[in-house]
């Protein structure tokens, strides 16, 4: 079963916050705590961890969309990476 | 304060509770994002608050952050490679800055999640220790909140370009101190309706780079909630190297 990647609480304040990029494609590999978006709000940058390890299978959130707390920014399938 | 002994030397359950600041003069870009990236590393190992400051100033180059892009430099990139500086395009927030001597560049590496504070926090304490600094020397500066910086009578004065890593902080900020404007206007303001300015422009005298330094420091810890900081001069990573760089007759 998918696991979603949310947007955790960043305490970003009133600051509207953007998808600045993904930085592994759909079907990727990531391990558990690998960056996996990068968030853009004003004069900063904070990537976004995988939750679990596995492949990337949906992306909900594309290039420039405005995120808020709690989001769901992807998913990812978990699977054995050996 | 606490003034225990020390009594556990190993580096892996060791725990400091202070902000470690690097005063490195001018340091070429690369080199010091090469030693941004090694403290990066080693802070998120980490299990304590022990933060690092690298304080340096840069031989002229241009940096493009997320926010920023090509159209903000008002030469082409001929005119760059003929003036022998270098541009670089960064994950970091902010848009595109001109790097030169007088600008105070500060690079803050911090476990803000451990040190409690989110991304506004952090802003906050950066901006507001600018301003602080500001204000010993007299000049009178204040924050915007719909724009990162820090913003004095005739312009801005400090930018604002900072990354989050699993919650460490790197990159950071600049300010002005005294550099050569023909260089800083290089790049348009990303803030249109605000110019460039620097701190000695607006005093209409000099200001040292080793005066607001040392107030940036003691503000900075202060922000961030450090009761105790170690000054170092130098790095060992660092070696000295010889660069040729463009000076205007």
């Given at each position: 079963?998918?696991?979603?990647?949310?947007?955790?609480?960043?305490?970003?304040?009133?600051?509207?916050?953007?998808?600045?990029?993904?930085?592994?494609?759909?079907?990727?590999?990531?391990?558990?705590?690998?960056?996996?978006?990068?968030?853009?709000?004003?004069?900063?940058?904070?990537?976004?961890?995988?939750?679990?390890?596995?492949?990337?299978?949906?992306?909900?959130?594309?290039?420039?969309?405005?995120?808020?707390?709690?989001?769901?920014?992807?998913?990812?399938?978990?699977?054995?990476?050996? | 304060?606490?003034?225990?002994?020390?009594?556990?030397w190993?580096?892996?359950?060791?725990?400091?509770?202070?902000?470690?600041?690097?005063?490195?003069?001018?340091?070429?870009?690369?080199s010091?994002?090469?030693?941004?990236?090694?403290?990066?590393?080693?802070i998120?190992g980490?299990q304590?608050?022990?933060g690092?400051?690298?304080?340096?100033?840069?031989?002229?180059?241009v940096?493009?952050g997320?926010?920023?892009?090509?159209?903000?430099?008002?030469?082409?990139?001929?005119?760059?490679?003929?003036?022998?500086?270098?541009?670089?395009?960064?994950?970091?927030g902010?848009?595109?800055l001109?790097?030169?001597?007088?600008?105070?560049?500060?690079?803050?590496?911090?476990?803000?999640?451990?040190?409690?504070?989110?991304l506004?926090?952090?802003?906050?304490?950066?901006?507001?220790?600018?301003?602080?600094?500001?204000?010993?020397?007299?000049?009178?500066?204040?924050?915007?909140?719909?724009?990162?910086?820090?913003?004095?009578?005739?312009?801005?004065?400090?930018?604002?370009?900072?990354?989050?890593?699993?919650?460490?902080?790197?990159?950071?900020?600049?300010?002005?101190?005294?550099?050569?404007?023909?260089?800083?206007?290089?790049?348009?303001?990303?803030?249109?309706?605000?110019?460039?300015?620097?701190?000695?422009?607006?005093?209409?005298?000099?200001t040292?780079?080793?005066?607001l330094?040392?107030?940036?420091?003691?503000?900075?810890?202060?922000?961030?909630?450090?009761?105790?900081?170690?000054?170092?001069?130098?790095?060992?990573?660092l070696?000295?190297?010889?660069?040729?760089?463009?000076?205007?007759?």
């Open positions: 079963m998918a696991t979603p990647i949310r947007l955790p609480q960043i305490g970003a304040g009133s600051a509207e916050l953007s998808v600045s990029c993904w930085l592994v494609d759909i079907g990727e590999l990531v391990d558990k705590g690998d960056r996996v978006i990068e968030l853009l709000t004003a004069g900063m940058t904070f990537d976004v961890s995988a939750p679990v390890s596995g492949r990337l299978s949906r992306v909900d959130k594309p290039l420039d969309s405005p995120v808020t707390v709690g989001d769901i920014l992807g998913w990812i399938d978990p699977e054995t990476t050996a | 304060m606490n003034h225990a002994p020390v009594t556990d190993n580096p892996r359950t060791r725990r400091s509770d202070s902000l470690e600041v690097y005063l490195l003069g001018r340091v070429d870009f690369e010091a994002v090469r030693l941004q990236k090694r403290w990066l590393y080693e998120t980490r304590d608050r022990m690092v400051l690298l304080l340096c100033e840069h031989p002229p180059v940096t493009i997320r926010e920023g892009s090509r159209s903000q430099l008002t030469v082409d990139n001929r005119e760059l490679q003929s003036r022998l500086i270098d541009l670089h395009w960064l994950n970091r902010g848009g595109a001109v790097h030169a001597p007088g600008q105070l560049a500060a690079y803050p590496i911090l476990p803000l999640d451990r040190l409690g504070l989110g506004a926090d952090y802003r906050l304490a950066l901006e507001q220790a600018v301003i602080e600094s500001c204000r010993e020397l007299r000049v009178p500066a204040t924050r915007r909140p719909e724009y990162p910086g820090v913003f004095c009578r005739t312009g801005q004065l400090a930018w604002i370009g900072s990354a989050v890593r699993s919650w460490v902080s790197y990159h950071g900020m600049f300010i002005n101190v005294s550099p050569a404007m023909h260089l800083v206007r290089l790049v348009e303001p990303t803030t249109a309706s605000e110019p460039t300015t620097s701190i000695s422009t607006q005093r209409t005298r000099p040292s780079m080793h005066s330094r040392e107030h940036l420091i003691r503000h900075l810890a202060g922000q961030l909630g450090y009761q105790h900081w170690h000054l170092y001069t130098g790095h060992p990573l070696t000295r190297t010889g660069k040729k760089v463009h000076v205007s007759a």
